[in-house]
């Protein structure tokens, strides 16, 4: 069953990611996949019609947190999950982001991130707003509370 609603989060994240002008190939490495499938994805052909209408649902009903959640219990590959969630969250949320000075650099909010969008650029954390998906781990396991985010837009709607 996962690997079915697996299926459709690609085959979503596949067509969004061909309107923004990647190729087949280039999806195709970023989804971990044959060339050959993106083609049947982008065709409709498969996965089934069920499958894609619980990715739908997920990315763009669930909170953002939750979605990462049951984005990341669906698949186990880091690189895919942050695909996904970069093209049918990120790309979709506007976020603010403030890092107080109680920040300790543990890094527990670099590790957490599912899109990468967290770094440390001259000994300090810095948030890549256009990268971050509203999912709130980082806020919610700093230990210092040194982090506060808040979507301030959520464009994901209908992502037909």
Known sequence: MTQHILAGLRAL???KLREKGLTHEEIAKLLNVDRTVITHYLA???PAKEAVKCAKVT???FYPRDAV???KTVCDD???VTTITETLISDNIDVDVAISSK???CKICIDICPTKAITIENDLINIDKNKCCGC???????QKNAIFLKIIKDN???LD
Do not use: P, S, V
């Open 156 to 158: 994901r709607g209908e």
């Open 78 to 80: 880091n690189d895919i």
């Open 136 to 142: 709130e781990l980082c806020q919610e396991l700093c």
């Open 69 to 71: 959640l049951f984005i």
């Open 59 to 61: 990315a763009e009903k």
């Open 44 to 46: 409709g052909r498969i």
């Open 13 to 15: 994240t596949a067509k």
């Open 103 to 105: 920040c300790n650099l």
